[in-house]
């Protein structure tokens, strides 16, 4: 994240799909990138690769010579990409002996080493690629609003795009009044080019029918990694409905929060049992039945008995629901009780129903023991609706299944191998032509195919067979060479090629410049990292207000950890100052990555121009919000608002400025922005409150 000097270099090993894209990815920083690999590349996946580097070195880069002949000592950082995870860590371990000082980007599909490589080894990160990019396939199957989730702080985060229809309440609305309560990331109308960058757009642009809106989302309770909203609705207007009882017997105790929030956990856990399991709802309707007909049988015993106390009434009622007619109301032949003829027919019937109540409930519960006890020689049936087909079950396949099973989606894993350990969901194993079972899995009326085997030949005839016998199935395919993805895009307009190497090298490249990457999506094409950076002494974050580095950049700040008052702000306020040892995330482009590894923030232009103050007291107020909106020093401000009219000696960014701009006008404070460009005013709403 320290600017970038002349002498950077980076070492790449291993010249595979991953390690040409980490290349050419590196490269748009401007940097020297060198590579080792084990035989020259007959295939170049990525074009003018050779003439991209800076020297190659043919051999095993766990060689203690080969790496002294590149001059190991002379590079930042080392990526270490070959498709073997064990070359990768030894050769770790070999450059690390040769340069107590290089950096390292290990590619590593151990999780768990790899958690443990990343504390133990000072200034080294090693990365799964499948971890961070199986989310965007899964994603591109769904086909919902969602574009991106992860998690922060345990916190889940999406990105979500919404179509704005006629008659929804956005309509008419600026965006800048959107943004006060929600953080708005793209807006784009219908039929115009995507924009490659956030923040591109008038404050004061109203909503019209037919806009896109890329913003963010904080789900209150997280289900899962990702969320269906077709699910949440449904579920959440069920429990809403069955928790009005509760809610009222509740507002007895308005002042006991705790007792209202343990209530509440306790009925949404008994409600999703409810509403969810066949077996349970049995359960719970027939002790519903018997209850109340213990209810019933008391009152009317202790109403109409003969001389019975409520506890009596109670234990009878309970007798006769477990079959003790004969024992409480006569002999074999001959009645001697003294009760009503009504009240003796009711008893004989709640004998037979609390007979017939309670050995269904000894059935159900015997029923579901056995089905848990032998559960595991039992797969689920194929889906037959809405489902989705992964084919291919493999590192990323086992990914994208667990995704899926997270937000309730229905698949079916299709795999040529046969596994160990298969997941309890519908499986086909052992499948040698993929083709001819896809009929048995209902591919007609699949929602998607997700194919992501080794092979990117029969990923493609998968694909292409799959639409042509269900069109509306979305396509998601997996690729490994760059141009013959393209082609594929080309040709086939409605398929979703996405390749492992090419989202990934983004990632492993900023991991090189020592930055987190948390997580990663796409969005219309283009790659958003999910960055976390740790504030330095030297570092070009280091002083800034978050306006400065958010449209100087081009990234979205979503949360800071202070480091001196130890606290989380989420969506934090574009005047907050970072200082060393603050950790910031962000949503940044690689371009994005590039301007903060080199200090190349783009400078602001418009300008603030104060006429005249209505109050001192708008003048000391003023004051305050011009410093902690700006980089202006207080001594500055104090003297712009004693000396008007003139302009503010700094300049600001056009979002920045509008809301600065806004919050002058409501203290009585007369001002405009002005373009420096252009000289047009940014905004009309000048007049006093």
Not at 154 to 167: A, M, N, S
Not at 199 to 220: C, E, N, V
Not at 610 to 620: D, E, I, P, T, Y
């Amino acid at each position: 994240m320290q600017s970038t000097i002349a002498t950077d270099q980076f070492l790449v090993c291993g010249l595979g799909s991953l390690g040409q894209h980490c290349v050419r990815v590196l490269r748009q920083f401007h940097v020297s990138v060198s590579a080792i690999d084990i035989n020259p590349p007959d295939y170049w996946d990525v074009e003018a690769i050779p003439s991209l580097l800076t020297s190659i070195c043919i051999g095993d880069c766990r060689d203690p010579e080969l790496l002294e002949k590149c001059k190991i000592h002379q590079f930042r950082c080392i990526l270490l990409v070959t498709g073997d995870e064990r070359v990768n860590i030894e050769a770790g371990f070999v450059a690390r002996s040769k340069n107590a000082d290089i950096r390292l980007v290990i590619r590593s599909a151990k999780l768990k080493l790899n958690k443990l490589l990343s504390e133990q080894l000072k200034n080294s990160v090693a990365i799964e690629p499948t971890e961070i990019t199986s989310t965007s396939f899964a994603l591109a199957a769904l086909g919902d609003e969602t574009r991106g989730a992860f998690y922060l702080k345990d916190r889940l985060v999406q990105v979500r795009e919404r179509k704005v229809e006629p008659g929804d309440p956005l309509v008419s609305q600026t965006i800048e009044h959107i943004q006060k309560t929600s953080r708005i990331l793209v807006h784009r109308r219908t039929g115009t080019t995507v924009s490659q960058g956030f923040f591109q757009w008038q404050p004061d642009t109203r909503i019209k029918a037919g806009d896109y809106l890329l913003y963010l989302h904080f789900p209150s309770k997280a289900k899962g990694m990702l969320s269906s909203s077709a699910w949440l609705d449904s579920e959440g207007g069920n429990r809403s409905k069955q928790r009005k009882i509760v809610e009222k017997g509740l507002a007895f105790f308005p002042n006991r929060t705790r007792l209202r929030e343990f209530v509440h956990n306790k009925t949404d856990a008994l409600l999703q049992a409810i509403l969810h399991h066949r077996w349970i709802r049995l359960v719970f309707f027939c002790l519903s039945l018997v209850l109340l007909l213990i209810a019933i049988g008391s009152l009317l015993f202790y109403a109409q008995g003969p001389g019975l106390t409520a506890t009596d009434a109670i234990y009878a009622a309970v007798c006769l629901m477990l079959g003790g007619y004969v024992d409480l109301l006569g002999s074999e032949l001959a009645f001697t009780i003294e009760i009503p003829w009504w009240l003796r027919l009711f008893g004989l019937i709640q004998t037979l129903t609390g007979t017939v109540l309670v050995g269904a409930l000894y059935a159900l519960i015997t029923s579901h023991i056995l089905a848990t006890r032998f559960h595991f020689s039992k797969r689920p049936g194929y889906p037959t609706f809405g489902h989705i087909l992964v084919v291919g079950w493999g590192r990323i396949g086992q990914k994208i299944t667990r995704i899926l099973a997270e937000v309730r989606q229905p698949f079916v894993v299709i795999t040529r191998d046969t596994p160990q350990a298969p997941g309890p969901f519908p499986m086909l194993s052992g499948v040698k032509d993929t083709g001819r079972v896809l009929g048995d899995v209902h591919l007609e009326t699949a929602k998607g195919i997700i194919a992501v085997t080794n092979d990117e030949m029969t990923n493609l005839e998968l694909g292409l067979m799959a639409h042509s016998i269900n069109p509306g199935c979305r396509m998601v395919l997996r690729t490994y060479h760059q141009r013959f993805g393209a082609s594929i895009k080309t040709l086939f307009p409605y398929a979703h090629v996405l390749s492992s190497s090419a989202l990934s090298a983004e990632a492993f490249a900023a991991a090189a410049f020592g930055e987190n990457i948390i997580n990663l999506f796409l969005q219309n094409g283009q790659t958003i990292l999910v960055t976390q950076y740790t504030v330095e002494e030297k570092d070009t974050l280091n002083g800034h207000i978050l306006a400065r580095i958010a449209h100087g950049y081009g990234v979205v700040p979503i949360v800071v950890s202070q480091s001196h008052t130890e606290t989380i702000l989420w969506m934090p306020s574009e005047s907050l100052r970072l200082t060393v040892g603050d950790q910031l995330t962000v949503l940044a482009t690689i371009d994005s990555l590039r301007r903060i590894e080199a200090g190349e923030r783009r400078m602001p232009s418009h300008q603030l121009f104060v006429h005249r103050v209505k109050s001192n007291w708008a003048k000391s107020e003023g004051v305050l919000a011009i410093t902690k909106a700006t980089d202006c020093t207080l001594g500055e401000a104090q003297d712009l608002l004693e000396n008007l009219p003139g302009p503010l000696p700094t300049m600001l960014y056009l979002h920045q400025g509008h809301r600065l701009l806004e919050r002058l006008r409501k203290m009585g404070i007369q001002a405009e922005l002005l373009d420096r460009n252009t000289g047009v005013k940014a905004n009309q709403s000048t007049a006093f409150t």
